[in-house]
């Protein structure tokens, strides 16, 4: 609804095989505006994703959800970075850190954020966009928090440019 637009979940199961035909290696996002790991997704899709994942060593795939509670359900590889969004002191953080990158993104970041990230390799920082959007912008002091606590565990940063608002 915040972009004016009704989504409803789709696959694109004739996109799967995209990233087995690309040799030269990338990163690939995957699922953008979405979430492969919501509740409504069944375990039989994941899985059907994650095989070609297992089928790519040469990429990065790089996940992202609201419900990182559900990555312990499933066998990663290597080759994954795994995401969670945080927007709020709300989010409890559930990141495996076995052998894969780690991020939390923080975007869109709508209020303070307090607790311990410090195991993470990458932090994202991000403001809200589209309708209504400036109404709900990030306090300087929420980013400069999660930048201390980024500098004190050397993590690094990338802020996007929707920031630009707040951060000058």
């Known amino acids: 609804k915040r972009f ?7 696959i694109w199961w004739d996109r ?6 690309e ?3 990338s990163k690939i996002f995957v699922c953008s505006i979405a979430d492969l790991f919501g ?14 994942v297992h089928k790519c060593p040469q990429h990065i795939f790089q996940f992202l959800t609201k419900n990182p ?3 312990v359900d499933f066998k990663f590889p290597k080759n994954c970075w795994l995401g969670q969004t945080v927007t709020d002191m709300s ?13 939390i993104s923080f975007e869109p970041l709508l209020g303070g954020i307090n607790g311990y990230f410090g195991f993470n390799d990458w932090f994202i920082i991000g403001a809200m966009t589209g309708v209504e959007s400036k109404k709900h912008q990030p306090k300087l002091e929420w980013i400069e928090n999660i930048l201390r606590q980024a500098d004190k565990y050397n993590i690094p940063v990338f802020m996007k440019q929707n920031l630009k608002l707040v951060w000058k």
């Open 4 to 10: 004016g637009k009704d989504f409803k979940p789709r």
């Open 91 to 103: 989010a409890d953080i559930h990141l495996p850190s076995e052998h894969n990158i780690t991020f």
């Open 23 to 25: 040799k030269k290696p």
């Open 39 to 52: 509740d409504w997704i069944p375990d039989d899709t994941i899985n059907y994703v994650l095989d070609t």
């Open 69 to 71: 509670k559900r990555y």
């Open 16 to 21: 799967l095989d995209q990233p087995i035909k």
